[in-house]
């Protein structure tokens, strides 16, 4: 099954700001919206954005999401160290009637 | 506090079988569609399968269908996930999660090898 695409690797300085982004389709990200999680070595993922520009609670203000058409971006202002990790967006593909996931950036911060 | 507990997985010999259970608690479990996603050592995230709040849909990876089959039990709070003819290229750690609520378990590994 055909999944997202995501760079693979985004190196910014600290305090920077960084943006991620997720190209799909318009049966997954251009219809449903993606979703955007964090995963910390050895870690479960975070939930960090959901319908495109969702913030659940407890999420900072540094993360921001959005969506033009078949892709979607995550920012992240002011670069922190434990902004270091893997992001992975994901989306519900009518189409194919299940998740599909982007193969994950991993975010250096220098 | 939300919580999401994985349990089930271990060491299997190619073709066997496992049964993985998630036990969910702190939120209104039957309101939620509930998935499997795995993530082979190194490597992403890759969705397995995905059940509705009733039950009354289950969608499938194609890797896995005819394998594998999601079930709940909503007066348990409960989400599993029976895996047979097992491979080893299914060697993974298994999440259960609610994938728009942002609930995840910690995973549980499933080893195939002999």
């Known amino acids: 099954q055909a999944g997202l695409t995501q760079p693979p690797s985004v190196s910014k300085d600290l305090g920077q700001t960084a943006t991620l982004t997720c190209t799909g389709n318009?049966?997954?990200?251009?219809?449903?919206?993606a979703v955007w999680l964090q995963q910390h070595q050895g870690h479960p993922p975070k939930l960090l954005s959901y319908r495109n520009t969702t913030r659940p609670s407890g999420i900072s203000e540094r993360w921001s999401a959005s969506r033009s058409g078949n892709i979607a971006s995550l920012t992240v202002i002011g670069l922190q160290p434990e902004d270091e990790a893997d992001y992975y967006c994901s989306a519900w593909d009518s189409s194919l009637t299940g998740w599909v996931f982007g193969g994950g950036t991993k975010l250096t911060v220098l | 506090e939300v919580q999401v507990v994985e349990s089930g997985g271990g060491l299997v010999q190619p073709g066997g079988s496992l049964r993985l259970s998630c036990a969910a608690s702190a939120f209104t479990f039957s309101k939620f569609w509930m998935s499997w996603v795995r993530q082979a050592p190194g490597k992403g995230l890759e969705w397995v399968a995905t059940i509705k709040e009733d039950g009354s849909d289950k969608y499938y990876v194609d890797s896995v269908k005819g394998r594998f089959t999601i079930s709940r039990d909503n007066a348990k709070s409960s989400l599993y996930l029976q895996m047979s003819s097992l491979r080893a290229e299914d060697t993974a750690v298994y999440y259960c999660a609610s994938i728009y609520a942002g609930y995840w378990g910690q995973g549980t590994l499933v080893t195939v090898s002999s």
């Open positions: 318009s049966n997954n990200v251009g219809h449903q919206g």
